[in-house]
Each structure stands twice: as structure tokens, then as C-alpha cells.
């Protein structure tokens, strides 16, 4: 029987992994792709590792510091997980199946890292001919840096996000043209250095629009663009067209937790990962989660860093047969949170806490009024994630919540 098996060869897998065998659990590592890394090495540019490995890397990089340091950690590829079974709080099993045939290994825990998936153009909302030249961002990414094939020579995007900024520089850097960058928010999703990029290149950018049709014979040949209000409603009228060969859609991740629901593992509609413990325990006892299937991260340092506290969880859950707590204090969000995970602390150990603002505001309070904490911020932004490290004695002053809201500074 193995101590852990891990899901997902990204890099919150592959920290897991290692972190797990470094406290002397015996751990499988599977991934559904014939390599590990997730999406870093479709990843070429820099601005990857900065507080995980304290140096600047690209995705292939960052990747590759993980996979060389897997020695004693049992890793098969081409393995798809088809099920998990809870057969007890103490035992499970995970059915596979790879190039050697369908597999079931029992495990005494499990690390849910399956990342996540991208939004494709039916989910929101895009109608019209079924032509070629549609990708996700993902798709477009993995097609340039992986196989060396470029998606297109006129490209409009859909979504400000980063992997959508980034994009946009990619295709810029080919020789492409970028001839509009399209987010349906009054303001950008991306990160400031992101955002950048759009002024670099000379992009435009429409705040409040949506792509709403897509036009071509065989091939996009042209999209259909609408103005919002802000309530996200078209504007009759404001519709105009602009004409390209590729439609790249950037407009989100959503946690690929399937499996997870599978088996009747509760689901946190705001995160739309698993609702989990402090040591990123799910509702199911010895199933915990890391990475984009616990929540959309904006930096894969973080993805490691949970990738890390989720086999000290089940390290800790193995050592004395469960995570154990005397009280457990919820998580509540407050004015302007839209997200927080995890969703539940003890007090008996320091967490770090993710958090996701709704709107952006300036000169504002990070504020936990149960215990008193207060952090000033100069500007918050829904692209940015809030991380902030409650430690111990401050969450034991708290009796059975502890609210997590941003407010202006007075």
C-alpha cells in the first residue's frame, strides 16, 4: 500500500511529491500526459520561481528543478485517473489506466493536484459558424511552444487575464498582429507587468466589451464585438466587427475537480475547488488538494507552496490517524472578498491564507476584526491574489470565525 498518491504531475503535484518523500512516505505520482510539468513548459517566458527557488525562471525551468529532485518518488505518465474509491477514512484506491494496462493501487492518502481547465467559447457565450481558427489560450500556447506551429496571423483575444497578456506578447513577438485584446470587466485582468505588454506592443484594448459572434467559411475570417453597461448588459447598437484569421479565448480557469465530486467531496461555489482544512484537507478525511484544483492561482510559486502543505497534512493525517483539531474556526468572507481558502483553521499552527478581492480599490485595510488585524494596502485588485499568514495565537483569540474583509482606510 502506498503512503500517499499524488494526481497531477504539475507543480504542485511534483512539490507534493517531493515533499512527501522527504518525510519518508512511500508516494505514486501520476500524470495523464506522456510528461510531467502540468502547463510550465508550454510556459517559455521568464518571471516564474521568485519566491519558491529565490531566482527568476521560464515554466521548462521551473519544471525541470522539480522532476530532478523526484529520485525514490514512483512516477508513471500516460496514467489517467478514472475513479477513486473512499473505501475507508484509512484506505482508498485509485484506478488508472496507462500504457501498462488498468491499475488499482490501494493508498492510505491521497493529493488531489489535477489543475485546472480553461473556458472554452461555447461557455460564454459566443455563437455563430463552426469554422477553424478557435483556440484556448492554452491551445494556442502549446501549439507555439511545444510543436512550433503558429495558430494565426491576425489574432483578436478574448480576456485580459495574464496567459491572454502574455499571448498577446507571444504573437507579437512571432510577427503576428494582435488586433484587439477583449475584456468583458471595466477594468484589466492581468497583473500590472502584464498589462504592460498591451502598451509595448500597441494594442488596443476594450474594457467592457465581449466577443459575441464569430464569422468565416472554413476559417475565422471576422468576430462581433458588443459594448456592456455595468451591469454586463449589451448596449444596443454599440456592436462593430473586426476582421482576423484566429479567435484566442483567455477567459478563465475553472478547477478541474471531477473526481472530486465523484466521490461527494464538498465544493466551494466561489473557488470552485473543494472546501478544505488548514492543512488542505477535503471533506473526505485523507483526500487533500493543491494547486489550481483548490483554487485559481496567479503565481505557480504558491501552486508548489501547497503542493508542499498538503503532504505535511498527510504526513500528519498518517502519523496519528486523522488531522486533528480541538476546534475548528471558519473562514468568513467579508465586503469586497470574493474567495479565501482554506476555509477552515485551528489555531494550532500557522496558515496562509488566499484570498481574491471583488473590485479593485485603493488605500484600503486588510481587516480581521474578530482578532484585530489589520494590514494597510495601497491598492487591491481582483487579479491579484491577497496572501496573508494568520499565526497561531492570533487565530485562538478567535471563538468560532474569523471574518476576512477589505475596507477603506480612514
Same mark, same amino acid.
Given at each position: 500500500?502506498?503512503?500517499? #498518491?499524488?494526481?497531477?504531475?504539475?507543480?504542485?503535484?511534483?512539490?507534493?511529491?517531493?515533499?512527501?518523500?522527504? @518525510?519518508?512516505?512511500?508516494?505514486?505520482?501520476?500524470?495523464?500526459?506522456?510528461?510531467?510539468?502540468?502547463?510550465?513548459?508550454?510556459?517559455?517566458?521568464?518571471?516564474?520561481?521568485?519566491?519558491?527557488?529565490?531566482?527568476? @525562471?521560464?515554466?521548462?525551468?521551473?519544471?525541470?528543478?522539480?522532476?530532478?529532485?523526484?529520485?525514490?518518488?514512483?512516477?508513471?505518465?500516460?496514467?489517467?485517473?478514472?475513479?477513486?474509491?473512499?473505501?475507508?477514512?484509512? $484506505?482508498?484506491?485509485?484506478?488508472?489506466?496507462?500504457?501498462?494496462?488498468?491499475?488499482?493501487?490501494?493508498?492510505?492518502?491521497?493529493?488531489?493536484?489535477?489543475?485546472?481547465?480553461?473556458?472554452?467559447?461555447?461557455?460564454?457565450?459566443?455563437?455563430?459558424?463552426?469554422?477553424?481558427?478557435?483556440?484556448?489560450?492554452? $491551445?494556442?500556447?502549446?501549439?507555439?511552444?511545444?510543436?512550433?506551429?503558429?495558430?494565426?496571423?491576425?489574432?483578436?483575444?478574448?480576456?485580459?487575464?495574464?496567459?491572454?497578456?502574455?499571448?498577446?506578447?507571444?504573437?507579437?513577438?512571432?510577427?503576428?498582429?494582435?488586433?484587439?485584446?477583449?475584456?468583458?470587466?471595466?477594468?484589466?485582468?492581468? @497583473?500590472? =507587468?502584464?498589462?504592460?505588454?498591451?502598451?509595448?506592443?500597441?494594442?488596443?484594448?476594450?474594457?467592457?466589451?465581449?466577443?459575441?459572434?464569430?464569422?468565416?467559411?472554413? =476559417?475565422?475570417?471576422?468576430?462581433?464585438?458588443?459594448?456592456?453597461?455595468?451591469?454586463?448588459? $449589451?448596449?444596443?447598437?454599440?456592436?462593430?466587427?473586426?476582421?482576423?484569421?484566429?479567435?484566442?479565448?483567455?477567459?478563465?480557469?475553472?478547477?478541474? /475537480?471531477?473526481?472530486?465530486?465523484?466521490?461527494? /467531496?464538498?465544493?466551494?461555489?466561489?473557488?470552485?475547488?473543494?472546501?478544505?482544512?488548514?492543512?488542505?484537507?477535503?471533506?473526505?478525511?485523507?483526500?487533500?488538494?493543491?494547486?489550481?484544483?483548490?483554487?485559481?492561482?496567479?503565481?505557480?510559486?504558491? /501552486?508548489?507552496?501547497?503542493?508542499?502543505?498538503?503532504?505535511?497534512?498527510?504526513?500528519?493525517?498518517?502519523?496519528?490517524?486523522?488531522?486533528?483539531?480541538?476546534?475548528?474556526?471558519?473562514?468568513?468572507?467579508?465586503?469586497?472578498?470574493?474567495?479565501?481558502?482554506?476555509?477552515? /483553521?485551528?489555531?494550532?499552527?500557522?496558515?496562509?491564507?488566499?484570498?481574491?478581492?471583488?473590485?479593485?480599490?485603493?488605500?484600503?485595510?486588510?481587516?480581521?476584526?474578530?482578532?484585530?488585524?489589520?494590514?494597510? @494596502?495601497?491598492? #487591491?485588485?481582483?487579479?491579484?491574489?491577497?496572501?496573508?499568514?494568520?499565526?497561531?495565537?492570533?487565530?485562538?483569540?478567535?471563538?468560532?470565525?474569523?471574518?476576512?474583509?477589505?475596507?477603506?482606510?480612514?
Amino acid at each position: 500500500m502506498y503512503d500517499v #498518491v499524488v494526481i497531477g504531475g504539475g507543480p504542485a503535484g511534483m512539490a507534493a511529491a517531493i515533499r512527501a518523500r522527504d @518525510l519518508g512516505l512511500r508516494v505514486l505520482l501520476l500524470d495523464d500526459n506522456d510528461y510531467l510539468g502540468g502547463i510550465l513548459p508550454q510556459c517559455i517566458h521568464p518571471g516564474f520561481g521568485i519566491h519558491y527557488f529565490k531566482e527568476e @525562471l521560464t515554466g521548462p525551468e521551473f519544471a525541470y528543478k522539480l522532476m530532478s529532485n523526484l529520485e525514490g518518488v514512483e512516477v508513471k505518465t500516460s496514467a489517467r485517473v478514472l475513479e477513486i474509491i473512499n473505501y475507508s477514512d484509512i $484506505e482508498k484506491f485509485v484506478v488508472y489506466t496507462s500504457p501498462e494496462g488498468v491499475k488499482k493501487v490501494p493508498t492510505r492518502t491521497i493529493i488531489y493536484a489535477a489543475g485546472a481547465r480553461e473556458r472554452h467559447a461555447f461557455e460564454i457565450g459566443i455563437v455563430g459558424d463552426r469554422v477553424s481558427g478557435i483556440y484556448t489560450a492554452g $491551445e494556442a500556447q502549446t501549439l507555439m511552444d511545444i510543436y512550433g506551429i503558429m495558430p494565426g496571423k491576425e489574432i483578436v483575444i478574448v480576456g485580459s487575464g495574464d496567459v491572454g497578456l502574455i499571448m498577446a506578447r507571444r504573437f507579437s513577438l512571432e510577427g503576428a498582429r494582435v488586433k484587439a485584446v477583449i475584456e468583458l470587466m471595466p477594468y484589466p485582468g492581468g @497583473l500590472a =507587468r502584464n498589462i504592460m505588454i498591451l502598451r509595448d506592443f500597441n494594442i488596443p484594448l476594450y474594457l467592457s466589451h465581449k466577443v459575441v459572434e464569430v464569422r468565416g467559411r472554413g =476559417r475565422v475570417e471576422r468576430v462581433k464585438v458588443v459594448k456592456v453597461d455595468e451591469n454586463l448588459r $449589451e448596449i444596443p447598437g454599440s456592436e462593430f466587427w473586426i476582421k482576423a484569421d484566429t479567435l484566442v479565448i483567455s477567459a478563465g480557469l475553472i478547477p478541474n /475537480v471531477r473526481l472530486l465530486s465523484d466521490i461527494g /467531496v464538498v465544493i466551494d461555489p466561489s473557488t470552485g475547488g473543494p472546501v478544505v482544512n488548514d492543512r488542505l484537507e477535503t471533506s473526505i478525511p485523507g483526500i487533500f488538494v493543491a494547486g489550481n484544483a483548490l483554487l485559481i492561482n496567479d503565481l505557480v510559486d504558491y /501552486v508548489a507552496e501547497q503542493g508542499e502543505l498538503a503532504a505535511e497534512g498527510a504526513k500528519e493525517f498518517i502519523d496519528n490517524g486523522g488531522i486533528l483539531s480541538k476546534h475548528w474556526i471558519k473562514i468568513e468572507k467579508g465586503e469586497n472578498i470574493r474567495l479565501v481558502a482554506p476555509h477552515y /483553521v485551528s489555531g494550532e499552527r500557522d496558515v496562509w491564507l488566499y484570498a481574491r478581492v471583488r473590485r479593485p480599490m485603493e488605500n484600503v485595510v486588510l481587516e480581521f476584526p474578530e482578532i484585530g488585524k489589520r494590514i494597510r @494596502l495601497p491598492v #487591491v485588485k481582483p487579479a491579484e491574489m491577497l496572501r496573508i499568514k494568520l499565526r497561531a495565537k492570533e487565530i485562538r483569540e478567535a471563538e468560532n470565525k474569523i471574518t476576512i474583509r477589505v475596507i477603506e482606510n480612514d
